[in-house]
């Protein structure tokens, strides 16, 4: 969370590179190596590492972080935490304070929640399945990788990866064109 961090600021990979190899005489320094590798700058929060982290420890860390979407017309849908796309998968993590943080003057918690709802309905509209991390998943990440896999063997059943945007359907033939008028 820390490398992540540090690197989310402006220190750069090989500054923590010096620091890990002047200290290499120390007990440890392999996996300080291994931290300084892993660490990624587009982490963007302490929930978002120690979940990446979490489940590279059980073999399935996620290919692509902060992962845009977009409709087939090129509009931009919404921006995910995690992304396995070679398997069509993307994943957010939602720390407590995410609802609450989200809330515009005058919307209830309610409204929040339904907007997620219907965020998480655009992404999977473009194809894409969605794995949702809380807190709970880092104390049994265990589980949480199991399910990243059941979703991962599930989708690699299909034979082409995901693209993005999602290439555009046939036209309607019908007179009236779309049914969402534009």
Not at 11 to 39: I, K, Y
Not at 94 to 111: M, N
Not at 155 to 169: S, T
């Amino acid at each position: 969370m820390i490398t992540d961090a540090a690197l989310r600021g402006g220190v750069t990979r090989a500054e923590l590179r010096d620091l890990v190899n002047r200290a290499s005489h120390l007990r440890g320094n392999a996996t300080a190596r291994a931290v300084c590798d892993f660490a990624d700058p587009l982490s963007e929060s302490p929930g978002e590492s120690l979940m990446r982290a979490r489940l590279k420890e059980k073999g399935c860390a996620p290919t692509s972080l902060q992962v845009d979407i977009y409709d087939q017309y090129g509009r931009f849908v919404a921006r995910c935490d995690f992304g396995w796309l070679e398997w069509g998968v993307v994943s957010e993590y939602d720390g407590p304070q995410k609802y609450l943080r989200d809330r515009k003057p005058g919307e209830s918690l309610s409204d929040v929640i339904i907007r997620e709802k219907a965020r998480e309905a655009d992404i999977r509209d473009q194809s894409l399945e969605v794995i949702r991390f809380c807190r709970a998943d880092l104390r049994n990440p265990k589980a949480a990788a199991a399910r990243v896999r059941r979703l991962l063997n599930q989708r690699g059943l299909f034979p082409a990866p995901w693209i993005n945007p999602v290439p555009q359907a046939p036209p309607d033939d019908s007179p009236w064109g779309p049914p969402w008028g534009f």
